[in-house]
């Protein structure tokens, strides 16, 4: 799906400000019957759990509304008039005045909706969104919805982050030709000193088409016709990390006179991403890994996008050394990626499939252990709804020379019987819908090389491991020889590379002791050491991303003390002692091995 942006046939409205908003009953409703009777309302983007003094918002459970009033441009006559919902989190119904124009289950993907025979150029419409934050066992990520005796309904998940909830990114209405481009796919590739540029045009209706490929400064550096085609860039600039350079393609819809009737240009960058043995290669060069699992997640806005956040935190990650991040535990803001397009920075982008896990449930709770994958648990409609997500990315998230690799959940049960049955198609699904990047999972602590039931199926093997946090606590000998042992066995029996995608320790910013005690700054420093020692001397390791860039709010718990401390900045962005550890060794390091820079 085609990010809209403004062109020389196209106009862009932002939605974006001040909306009505409303609580809805539990089962639903229909305040869309008219203007919101309410006293409340609500920035967008931004989640609504933390703007309001009320705890009965923020422990709402069900349908929200949002209601403004929009102006079409009169300018607009016949052109066509899209609405567009850049997530709703986490199911959507759009309405304009009392009509339903577009419904949407999935909370971090966009959908939108041609609304021109509802609407007239000039003209005033009430537009109404309701969202709704519920999870069950066929959403992405799951949940369960209990009724408490007071008759309060309780939303409980397995995901350690806070279910925020509410439109958390843009609206926009923006306007498209009659006959216009529907959608473009760009895969690249490179032949010494010359980049091809292969793409497919998708047109709403048959149609001719032109394309031109522009350097950055403008200049056409390649033409084609037709749908599809593969062009060549003679002398081309490829993309980098750390040292990004993006092209444009410009595609022009023909009338049957020749004139243009719609253009549309998608960035790219021209790139390739290889898994050859067990290295990962960009551009044909060996790429290590070092960064971050992060959150769309600050204080008051909850999920909601924040540009100032968005540069800062690209701004921290340059300054610490960070190369590349996960999109945990959900797919970004389209911002998000395109900043990292622009800037070089590598991205592992992830679907919402967090929580397929119910041995968690059983550890946390001490409750009998159930079969995560059956069909009174996770079994077809749910493999559905993770079928739905992960098209839903790769549609929106193809063309982003950033992104290098599909993670396709998250800690699921993986070494659980039925986890090949729920895994393999989705597998073969992923590399159907772009054969051109590899794909990984990240694997829970429970998962070893002795009993994974599915690392075979995937091309890279992303590692979840707390040894000195939730084993070994405090007992950093011990934690390093266990992590070194569990990542030869993983080296040894799949010969993939491996990363190290979450490693952390709870921290208290302020809390220091002599002695390497948990929750204190230097225990902090010295866990990440003891991890990298053991990570140096894994051959086949290509990357470490820790967890987490930053703390953030996660629901309540004992084990939780204001949301989840991991992070090596606090949720305010300040850095605790651990940041200038990683900066020293992050920095030095330059996106290759220890090995291969002489340390």
Request: proline share 6%.
């Amino acid at each position: 799906m085609l990010k809209p942006r403004p062109t020389a046939t196209r106009e862009l409205v932002s939605l974006d400000g001040i909306w009505r908003f409303a609580v809805g009953p539990a089962a639903g409703g229909e305040p869309w019957s008219g203007p919101l009777d309410t006293p409340l309302e609500a920035p967008v983007p931004a989640s609504y759990n933390d703007l309001f003094a009320d705890s009965a918002i923020r422990d709402h459970v069900g349908w929200v509304w949002y209601q403004r009033t929009v102006r079409v441009p009169r300018g607009w006559a016949g052109e066509r008039a899209v609405l567009r919902v850049d997530a709703a989190t986490h199911e959507g119904k759009v309405y304009v005045d009392d009509v339903l124009v577009a419904r949407h289950v999935g909370g971090y993907t966009p959908f939108e909706a041609d609304i021109t025979e509802h609407v007239r150029p000039g003209g005033e419409f009430r537009l109404t969104i309701g969202v709704n934050n519920e999870l069950t066992d066929v959403t992405m990520p799951p949940g369960t919805i209990t009724v408490a005796q007071d008759g309060r309904r309780k939303q409980t998940y397995l995901h350690d982050f806070y279910n925020y909830a509410g439109l958390a990114r843009s609206v926009w209405l923006y306007s498209r030709p009659a006959v216009h481009v529907e959608d473009i796919t760009v895969v690249t590739g490179l032949d010494g000193s010359t980049g091809t540029v292969g793409y497919t045009v998708e047109t709403n209706a048959p149609a001719a088409v032109r394309v031109r490929a522009l350097d950055a400064g403008g200049a056409a550096v390649a033409a084609g016709e037709g749908p599809n085609g593969t062009l060549r860039i003679d002398g081309v600039t490829p993309w980098r990390p750390g040292a990004a350079y993006l092209y444009d393609l410009v595609v022009d819809v023909l009338d049957t006179d020749g004139e243009v009737v719609d253009t549309f240009g998608e960035p790219f960058g021209v790139r390739t991403v290889e898994v050859r043995g067990t290295r990962f290669l960009i551009n044909g060069e060996p790429f290590y890994f070092t960064g971050f699992g992060k959150h769309e997640d600050t204080p008051v806005r909850g999920k909601g996008h924040d540009n100032a956040y968005l540069v800062h935190d690209f701004q921290l990650m340059e300054w610490i050394g960070a190369n590349s991040f996960r999109t945990s535990h959900y797919p970004y803001a389209e911002e998000v990626m395109e900043f990292a397009d622009r800037h070089g920075i590598v991205v592992i982008d992830e679907t919402a499939a967090v929580g397929l896990n119910l041995a968690v449930e059983s550890g946390l709770l001490g409750t009998p252990p159930r079969p995560t994958f059956s069909d009174e648990t996770f079994g077809d409609d749910t493999r559905a709804a993770h079928a739905r997500a992960i098209r839903e990315l790769i549609a929106r998230d193809k063309n982003h020379p950033s992104v290098v690799m599909w993670c396709i959940a998250n800690e699921p049960s993986s070494n659980e019987e039925g986890a090949r049955e729920y895994f393999e198609p989705l597998v073969e699904l992923t590399r159907t819908l772009d054969p051109t990047r590899p794909v990984t999972y990240a694997a829970v602590m429970f998962a070893t090389h002795k009993n994974d039931r599915i690392a075979d199926l995937f091309d890279v093997l992303c590692i979840n491991r707390y040894y000195g946090w939730y084993v070994a606590t405090g007992d950093l000998a011990t934690a390093e020889a266990y992590l070194e042992g569990d990542l030869r066995g993983w080296a040894e029996k799949f010969d993939k590379p491996i990363m190290v995608s979450e490693y952390g320790a709870d921290t208290l910013p302020g809390l220091h002791s002599l002695w390497p005690a948990p929750w204190t700054e230097e225990y902090q420093i010295e866990y990440l050491e003891a991890n990298h020692r053991a990570f140096d001397r894994i051959d086949a390791f290509i990357g470490e991303h820790v967890w987490n860039f930053a703390d953030f709010q996660t629901s309540n718990g004992i084990h939780r003390v204001g949301g989840n401390k991991k992070g090596v900045f606090t949720r305010e962005r300040h850095p605790k002692a651990a940041a200038h550890a990683l900066r020293r060794r992050w920095r030095g390091l330059g996106g290759r091995k220890p090995s291969d820079t002489g340390e």
